[in-house]
């Protein structure tokens, strides 16, 4: 009954922009960071994820990350991403506007993908600036054993292109974000707790436009209580069983 009413949703509050966060992820074996059982529960973020651990010890950040880049290019991805690639497809998705880095949302065919935390896609030289594709940084790490990989240019340790605690999201991706989520009628949260600002905020915007907000995920959020419709369970099964519907 809630992908089926999800489904008229979709239909009738258009435009929709789709929000998503880790839950996303897990459910392709990526591990999450802010769950009871997340990285952050086992290690200091502060300690491994921010960028003044970077800039003190990149070595001791990349000896954290290096095994996790390698879970992120492995990883396939998963019903939920091959679902809203096909709602894009069929014209009822406008955007997705993810927390995630890892490239799947992209992998699985969608086209308007905005990464407000930055991705994997490249590191960058904190020394030259010099930027290098995630495939070169692999051969890099590769290169290391595993450990820091280093600019071939300048020798510094690259930095990946992702947001580091301490650092300020992209300008031109959070501004897209807080546009597309005025204009959406309909802003689709799924697998996010809400819990990180300045995303977590992207809801008000849609509310405060007079738009409406639909959350799929495992588990509450703050903004449960102003939900046109709240969904808890897993995205892919949703997000699968809605373009069913739609298909139908």
Not at 100 to 121: K, P, Q, T, Y
Not at 190 to 212: C, I, N
Request: negative net charge.
């Amino acid at each position: 009954m809630s992908a089926a009413r999800l489904a008229t949703l979709l239909r009738e509050r258009q435009p929709c922009v789709v929000l998503t966060g880790a839950g996303v992820s897990t459910e392709s074996g990526i591990p999450d960071f802010r769950s009871p059982t997340g990285l952050w529960a086992r290690f200091d973020p502060f300690e491994y994820g921010s960028i003044e651990a970077f800039r003190s010890d990149p070595e001791k950040v990349w000896r954290f990350y290096a095994p996790r880049f390698g879970v992120l290019t492995e990883a396939e991805p998963n019903d939920a991403h091959r679902a809203l690639a096909r709602l894009e497809s069929a014209g009822l998705v406008r955007a997705v506007v993810t927390q995630n880095i890892d490239l799947l949302h992209e992998r699985a065919g969608s086209r308007e993908v905005v990464e407000v935390h930055g991705s994997i896609r490249s590191s960058t030289c904190p020394g030259c600036g010099a930027r290098y594709p995630l495939e070169h940084v692999l051969e890099l790490l590769e290169g290391a054993g595993g450990g820091a990989p280093a600019c071939p240019d300048c020798g510094r340790i690259l930095k990946p292109d992702v947001v580091f605690f301490g650092e300020l999201l992209p300008e031109e991706p959070i501004d897209r974000a807080f546009a597309l989520a005025r204009e959406a009628a309909l802003l689709l949260v799924v697998g996010s707790a809400l819990e990180v600002y300045p995303v977590a905020s992207l809801p008000l915007e849609t509310l405060d436009a007079g738009g409406e907000l639909v959350i799929v995920n495992r588990g509450p959020t703050a903004f449960d209580g102003r939900t046109t419709l709240k969904v808890d369970g897993s995205a892919g099964e949703v997000l699968a069983a809605i373009a069913s519907e739609l298909r139908a």
